[in-house]
């Protein structure tokens, strides 16, 4: 069940100023400073809170606590920034009504810090998902991103916003949220070229010099060193517990997240280098010859390097440092800068390029955070503006500031009362008139179209002639010497005219937040905000992405004339934008107060806070809240919380509550003008009356508290008892079960034991009975076998012996046989065909057997051994064969030839390139390619030629040309005759009267005769239309040369003649070969 709190509870002083009796500036503060002791930082005036800067994190901003201060009423819980952003979020998404949460407070209140917590508030309780986290994620980071560009550290704060901020965070109609937009209010862009002391310029110029890596910074041209760059202020240029390095990393991931391209990222950082460089750029004087002085740069390296940051031609922005184009209708005018109008357009140009790069980001970031235009949205802004500002010099900037903060106030007022008036008017309750300050007559000096500062300010910087600061002072003087609220020394109102405290140079204002002294000095200046038309032409013509954008103004194609409209101008017309659209929403307040000027936790200086709750005029908003009723509650918490106090409604009221409420009071007695009833609240006119009730129910809660207590010890010890009692049978019942239990055990295992005994006797008889029966048995059965046995054995002993001789005789020849066939199994010969080995025979009577055996193992193994032959192989055997046929014991050379394998192609003739032509005029396959000896029959000397056989004819050829000698066709062949003896003479005989014959037969001698013949033989079988061709074997034989015949005679030779064989011719008609017997 959820316990129902409320504000009330465990106050530390009072959680809401409205209740603070008795009212006075002296117990506000004492208030504040009582629960600020107390980490009580939050405190509420009505729905305003009232945040103190504690300067130390708290554990009050965790998760938990998100969770607890989910969907509860404003006043249910102790007062938290969280019920606010709780209450401004719910009435979005329930009741459809848009929102603003407007924060304000001085320089280092904690503004900031309270936006962030309730964009992380209501982050953490609106809706989930993908897309949605994506949303909230890249609204929140763009936080680091504003704050690295518009952020700065002051004397007052380490992370001042030099920049007003309005954001609307868009939402659909469940609550999720959709995107966002942010607008921005004058960056303090005078920051960028001079700091004041003790101050720094802009975080994310040290955060580059410190985080960014050597690599980028070597292509931004930078040094990491501060003291290189002259707007960089170096007496503070380190900030205790800052870290800039890791600051950069943080910023450069919030630009991924929210969705800046990496080129974007590099343009950026470019221009901030760029800015640095800038002011690094200083001039000198250089008389011509009219006698001015001109300015020239002196050293020209920056300027280089931030042309090339920038990408602009370093002539073109040399000569917009010296010289200035002026342009009146037709007219152009070009005067020389001296040295401090150069310096002025330097500053000038750093100013309107970093003031404009901030502005562009803002865009850029509203580009990506921007909601899909899709049905209406529910806005919630967030203004996070700077606060009231004084100073002991205050300038145009101050000035603009405060103007701000008074419309804020004056809104702020209009706000209040009326939200305080419209709920009595809901309510039914007679509205008061209620006396406060409005604000609106400064405003009015301020604005005033005709009259007011800025429209003079503006006047003033339009009208022709010499226009000063003194001029435009002297103008106020003269028009707002009469306003109330307008003080200065000349003016023609005599009340300051002693007045030191004012100086001559400077008018001063009563806020409502107090008088305020501002120096005329630079006011028309920054009013004008003068940046010289050369320098944005010049800018415009850079060559980077991002300048074109950031200085459309000085595009050539579009010179405007027109002087642009001033940042007064601008900034009021801003802020009229901004509060005519804080007009339409529902306002909730956070006003920051900063409890002491030295940034430290703990210390509450009662001046400061005093000053700020003057000026911030929260008495005053206490005092409206208070003009009526103090308090005010609904019926139902209201009876809730002091039903007690009454029997009749104690401890259910079964009515409508405010009937409920009605009898609490009456029975109370309250004084009937301390209250009142409204439609659906009940008002409470003083704060007294709250605090009786309080406090009379403080003492009730004590006595039901007691009456708790007593009923519940009663309670307590009764149960106590009866659970003794309960147990007690408990254990009594189990004990007797486990005593019985074990009665019963000790009686079955007894029976067991017995029965066990009785059937054991039992069955051992049985078994005895059972053996003795199964004896017997066995007994009669052997005794019937031996019978049996002898019966059998004396019927067939006659059978005995009768064929056993002739069953010996087979089973011994049996025995041999087997024996025979073992023994040849192991000791047969090789499978080779000429083994001739064959094992002795054992037996007499097995002789044929064993002859009959060998013979058959020969023939089997030659199948066997043929069965192996290739085709190839088998035509060399044939060859073989066909050869010894013919020689064997024929020639006496045949013995040799036969371990000499027919290689028939011994030229290699398709392969060796030397016979290529003689090859190709082969037209049949070559058989058989030798060279031979062809025998002279002259001298018979042999001379080389080259034979050739084809399957059709035989060719003889010159052995070094190849070139054909002589080609017979085989059918002309008749016969080749030969020797017996070992020589290689063989003569091809050719038939008579063919066309071969003509030149007569050929007598050759060859190495290789036996396999030419042998292949000649064959060739000649197979020929077609070829005879038989007739081998001649004898030792002398005839030989038909071209014209006669000659006799070849072969005769043995003598040791003389050595080992070869030698042919000579004997006569005309004999040829005698000797042949050595050796060969
Ligand atoms: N709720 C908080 N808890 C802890 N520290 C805080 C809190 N609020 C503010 N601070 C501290 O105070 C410092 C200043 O706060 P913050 O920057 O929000 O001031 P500001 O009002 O925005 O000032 P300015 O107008 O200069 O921007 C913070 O940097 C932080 O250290
Ligand atoms: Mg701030």
Redesign the pocket.
């Known amino acids: 069940m959820e316990v129902k709190t409320s504000l009330l509870d465990n106050m530390i002083g009072v959680g809401d100023m409205v209740l603070l009796e008795p009212l006075s500036e002296d117990s506000f503060i004492a208030n504040l400073r009582n629960r600020f002791d107390h980490n009580e930082?939050y405190t509420y005036i009505g729905s305003v809170v009232i945040?103190m800067?504690?300067?130390?994190?708290?554990p009050i901003?965790t998760p938990e606590k998100v969770e607890e201060y989910r969907n509860r009423n404003f006043y249910e819980l102790s007062p938290h920034i969280y019920a606010l952003a709780d209450e401004a979020y719910r009435s979005l998404r329930d009741q459809d009504k848009d929102q603003c949460i407007l924060i304000t407070?001085?320089?280092?209140?904690?503004?900031?810090?309270?936006s962030k917590?309730v964009m992380s508030y209501v982050a953490a309780v609106c809706g989930k998902g993908q897309e949605v986290n994506k949303v909230k994620e890249q609204l929140l980071q763009s936080n680091p991103v504003l704050e690295a560009f518009g952020?700065a550290k002051?004397v007052?704060?380490?992370?001042?916003?030099?920049f007003g901020k309005y954001m609307d965070i868009e939402f659909d109609f469940k609550g999720d949220p959709l995107g966002g937009v942010i607008s921005n209010y004058l960056l303090e862009k005078s920051r960028v070229v001079k700091q004041p002391r003790g101050e720094r310029n802009f975080h994310i110029f040290y955060q580059l010099l410190s985080g960014a890596s050597d690599d980028t910074l070597k292509k931004l041209k930078l040094d990491r060193d501060f003291s290189k760059y002259n707007y960089l202020s170096l007496d503070s240029a380190a900030v205790n517990g800052l870290d800039d390095a890791a600051n950069f990393r943080t910023v450069r991931n919030a630009m991924q997240i929210v969705g800046f391209m990496e080129d974007e990222v590099q343009s950026v950082l470019e221009l901030v280098a760029a800015v640095l460089k800038l002011g690094n750029i200083e001039f000198k004087p250089e008389s011509r010859c009219n006698g001015n002085d001109e300015s020239r740069i002196k050293d020209k390296n920056d300027l280089k390097e931030m042309c090339e940051l920038l990408g602009t031609e370093q002539t073109v922005l040399e000569r917009a440092f010296s010289y200035r184009t002026v342009e009146a209708k037709q007219e152009k005018v070009c005067t020389t800068l001296n040295v401090a109008q150069a310096y002025y357009a330097r500053d000038a140009l750093a100013k309107n390029l970093y003031s404009r790069l901030f502005s562009w980001l803002v865009t850029r970031i509203n580009e990506s955070i921007k909601a899909a235009p899709k049905s209406r949205h529910k806005v919630m802004g967030v203004l996070?503006i700077?606060?009231f500002e004084i100073f002991e010099e205050n300038s145009f900037e101050q000035f603009i500031i405060n103007y701000c903060n008074e419309k804020l106030q004056q809104i702020f007022i209009e706000l209040t009362l009326r939200e305080e008036q419209e709920e009595y008017v809901r309510e039914g309750i007679e509205w008061t008139n209620i006396e406060y300050f409005n604000n609106a007559i400064i405003c009015d000096l301020i604005e005033n179209h005709q009259n007011g500062i800025l429209a003079m300010l503006d006047e003033e910087c339009l009208r022709p002639g010499t226009v000063t600061d003194e001029t435009f002072l002297d103008k106020l003087n003269t028009i707002c010497a009469e306003h109330l609220h307008f003080e200065s020394r000349l003016s023609k109102s005599s009340k300051f005219l002693t007045d030191h405290s004012l100086p001559h140079n400077c008018f001063r204002i009563q806020h409502y937040a107090g008088k305020v002294l501002y120096r005329a000095e630079g006011f028309v200046d920054k009013n004008n905000d003068l940046l010289y038309r050369d320098l944005s032409q010049a800018m415009y013509k850079a060559n980077h992405s991002l300048m074109k954008q950031l200085f459309p103004e000085g595009n050539p194609a579009k010179v405007n004339l027109k002087r642009p409209p001033t940042a007064g101008f601008q900034f009021r017309h801003s802020v009229g934008t901004l509060m005519r659209n804080l007009q339409t929403k529902n306002p909730n307040y956070i006003r920051?107060i900063k409890p002491n000027d030295k940034?430290a936790s703990h210390i509450f200086t009662d001046s400061l806070v005093c000053h700020q709750v003057r000026y911030l005029g929260l008495m005053e908003n206490v005092r409206v809240r208070r003009a009526g009723y103090a308090f005010r509650q609904a019926y139902e918490p209201c009876l809730e919380r002091y039903k007690m106090l009454c029997k009749r409604t104690w401890p259910h009221w079964r009515g409508p509550a405010r009937e409920g409420v009605e009898v609490l009071m009456a029975d109370l007695t309250v004084p009937t003008e301390e209250f009142s009833y409204g439609r659906s609240k009940v008002f409470i006119r003083n704060p007294r009356t709250l605090f009786s009730l309080e406090e009379r129910r403080r003492q009730c809660l004590q006595d039901l508290a007691t009456l708790i207590q007593k009923i519940y010890r009663g309670w307590k010890c009764r149960s106590h008892f009866l659970l003794l009692k309960k147990s007690q049978i408990v254990v009594a019942a189990w004990f007797r079960r486990y005593a019985q239990q074990n009665k019963y055990k000790r009686i079955k295992s007894a029976t067991t034991v017995v029965q066990s005994y009785t059937r054991g006797w039992q069955a051992r008889k049985l078994l005895r009975e059972l053996k003795y029966q199964k004896r017997c048995e066995e007994a009669v059965t052997t005794i019937s076998a031996y019978w049996h046995g002898t019966q059998v054995r004396r019927e067939y002993r006659k059978f005995f012996r009768a064929n056993a001789g002739k069953k010996i005789y087979n089973f011994t020849i049996q025995r041999i046989m087997q024996k025979y066939f073992l023994g040849l199994k192991s000791t047969m010969p090789s499978m080779s065909p000429i083994d001739k080995s064959w094992p002795v025979k054992p037996y007499l009577f097995l002789d044929g057997v064993h002859s009959d055996l060998r013979r058959i193992f020969h023939l089997w193994r030659c199948k066997k051994y043929r069965s192996e032959f290739t085709e190839e192989k088998k035509a060399v055997f044939e060859e073989k064969l066909e050869a010894s046929e013919i020689f064997k014991d024929k020639k006496a050379l045949y013995a040799s030839s036969v371990s000499q394998p027919f290689m028939g192609d011994y030229l290699e003739i398709s392969k060796n390139p030397k016979y290529q032509k003689l090859n190709s005029a082969m037209d049949e396959k070559v058989l058989l390619a030798d060279v031979v000896n062809k025998i002279n029959r002259a001298n018979g000397k042999g001379t080389a030629r080259i034979f050739l056989l084809t399957k059709n004819s035989v060719v003889l050829a010159d052995q070094k040309t190849g070139q054909v000698k002589a080609s017979v066709p085989l059918p002309d062949l008749t016969s080749v005759s030969v020797s017996t003896q070992s020589d290689g003479f063989f003569a091809l005989k050719l038939k008579e009267g063919s066309a071969s014959a003509i030149k007569g037969d050929f007598l050759l001698s060859s190495e290789h005769l036996i396999e030419i013949i042998t292949k000649l033989h064959r060739t000649g079988a197979t020929a077609a239309d070829s005879e038989q061709l007739n081998i001649d074997i004898s030792d002398e034989f005839l030989v038909q040369f071209k014209h006669d015949k000659v006799c070849v005679k072969f005769i043995q030779g003598g040791p003389k003649n050595g080992n070869s064989v030698s042919c000579k011719r004997k006569n005309n008609r004999l040829l005698e070969v000797s042949v050595p017997s050796t060969v």
Do not use: M, Q, V
């Open positions: 930082i945040s800067n504690p300067y130390r994190s708290l901003f407070g001085e320089s280092g209140a904690g503004k900031t810090e309270a917590l952020n002051t007052r704060n380490d992370n001042s916003s030099r996070d700077y606060g920051c940034k």
